[in-house]
């Protein structure tokens, strides 16, 4: 690439055209070229003719535009240069045309296309190009545009994540209120207005609009509130009985202007201290790094909410151990049944504290048989309810009202309804029970008891041991024998 310039003195017409001519200090050629480009599509250049000015002062010399005893000059014959840009001629003297138009470049360019230097016959000579002097006279007014559009393209920006964050408020609102009362008067006033909200993903450009639907939609959501707060007061009423026995009593608190949070107060004869010194209870921070609501019930209510898997392994647990801490032992194990990441179950933990960790880590387990939105991913679900307990936005009390409203209706199971044959009607009707090809076998109830019978070993070690075994030996987890092999695999360990 050919780069050349010449004396402030020496171009076409005016001698003094382009002298002084410098960018701000900081600003060097690539960034003027970008600004000058993007500030032309700004105030309504072609597209077209913004990317040509860039092609343009490709060829021209980088120090020229930074020295104001210099112009930046392009010198290449018109021809040559429409045909590098893959246009033709005459569509290229358009465009020059255009740019011209934006004070953006001067043209001195004769019929013919002819730029360069050339001795006339009276011996004169002759400077024919195009001079970038006007792009650097108007470098503050393109990048002064630049930064209003920026401006404007933020509080847009802003503006619709206010929004967002309302309609999804909204939308919480309208399912929790459907849960405790699914014929509320409110609930198809609250789909009518949701549906008459402009889209977030829009290309509206207009600030007011995003701001004022945002506005509307936090001041519905007020009505939700307190539709939702009398419902959920009336509702727990009658299911308290449910979930309450004769040593503790469990109750719906509404405070005013605060979120209903569920509150347990046990008989003094019951031990619930929830942070003992036993290698099997998680070890919190005394003090929660961000407070939640206090959310605590009695063990028989935590029990009922539990799925069968958990319930299951809470109750294969050492009895030694008090209710709670075979309660926080089996949900670190079901952690790693669920896909959780150590890291997010310690998060929650410092986060939320040890009860509200595992009675979020029930929830999302229950909600995994949600009748109409499940929980596919209970690690990112996780993580997710950690976030809004660091912005103080968790409100695990109306989860449970939820679950207990969705019960009622028969619509919340404990365990998978799919209908697939279990593993021990499948052992019943004569047909293989394939080996599991994932997880552990502590929740197996067709396995399990086989490797508690061969060997002492950590079902989840033996289990990925058998695999990669069979992966070696080009067995079908799912073959006839496949149990004969697994029982004589485990005879041959050692014991641990």
């Known amino acids: 690439m050919h780069h050349e310039s010449i004396s402030a003195s020496t171009f076409l017409t005016d001698p003094g055209n382009g002298a002084g001519c410098v960018l701000p200090e900081g600003v060097n050629f690539h960034k003027a070229i970008r600004t000058i480009s993007a500030g032309l599509r700004i105030v309504g250049c072609p597209p077209a003719a913004a990317a040509a000015f860039r092609d343009l002062a490709e060829y021209t010399n980088p120090d020229a535009w930074t020295n104001d005893s210099a112009v930046p000059m392009n010198w290449r014959r018109q021809g040559v240069m429409a045909a590098s840009m893959g246009i033709t001629a005459r569509r290229l003297w358009q465009i020059e045309r255009t740019l011209e138009q934006y004070k953006v470049i001067e043209r001195a360019t004769p019929a013919n296309g002819y730029r360069g230097h050339r001795q006339l016959e009276d011996g004169s000579g002759c400077s024919c190009g195009l001079s970038f002097a006007p792009a650097i006279r108007s470098y503050n007014f393109f990048r002064s545009i630049q930064v209003e559009e920026e401006q404007r393209a933020a509080a847009i920006e802003a503006s619709r994540g206010d929004l967002r964050r309302a309609v999804g408020q909204l939308r919480r609102g309208i399912q929790t209120l459907r849960n405790l009362a699914p014929d509320h008067e409110l609930i198809d006033e609250a789909e009518t207005f949701r549906g008459s909200l402009p889209a977030t993903g829009c290309r509206s450009r207009e600030v007011a609009r995003f701001a004022s639907a945002a506005a509307e939609t936090r001041a519905f959501n007020e009505r939700l509130e307190t539709a939702i707060s009398a419902c959920s007061e009336a509702f727990h009423v009658e299911e308290t009985t449910h979930a309450c026995q004769k040593d503790s009593t469990c109750y719906i608190q509404i405070q005013p202007k605060k979120e209903p949070v569920i509150v347990a107060h046990r008989a003094p004869t019951q031990n619930i201290n929830t942070t003992a010194d036993h290698p099997h209870s998680p070890q919190p921070s005394a003090q929660p790094a961000h407070p939640s609501p206090q959310v605590n019930l009695s063990d028989s209510a935590i029990f009922s909410l539990m799925t069968d898997d958990l319930q299951m392994l809470v109750n294969i647990q050492p009895t030694d151990l008090s209710a709670r801490e075979r309660l926080f032992a089996a949900s670190e194990k079901h952690c790693a049944a669920l896909g959780i990441h150590h890291s997010a179950w310690q998060e929650a933990l410092d986060v939320m504290g040890a009860e509200l960790a595992v009675l979020a880590l029930i929830i999302l387990d229950r909600n995994r048989f949600h009748p109409d939105h499940p929980v596919k991913s209970p690690g990112g ?115 641990a």
Not at 399 to 407: K, L, T, V, Y
Not at 414 to 443: C, H, I, N, W
Not at 447 to 458: K, L, Q, T, Y
Request: aromatic share 10%; net charge positive; hydrophobic share 40%.
């Open 381 to 495: 679900a996780l993580r997710a309810l950690t976030r809004r307990a660091i912005a103080g936005e968790m409100h695990l009390d109306r989860a449970i009202w939820a679950i207990w409203a969705r019960e009622r209706l028969g619509r919340q199971p404990k365990s998978d309804q799919s209908g697939a044959a279990s593993p021990e009607a499948a052992a019943t009707d004569g047909a293989p029970v394939p080996f599991p090809a994932r997880g552990g076998l502590y929740l197996d109830n067709y396995w399990e008891p086989i490797r508690g019978a061969e060997c002492n070993w950590d079902d989840r070690i033996v289990a990925d041991k058998f695999r990669a075994f069979a992966r070696k030996n080009n067995i079908s987890l799912d073959q006839a024998d496949i149990e004969t092999i697994f029982r004589r695999y485990c005879r041959r360990l050692p014991r």
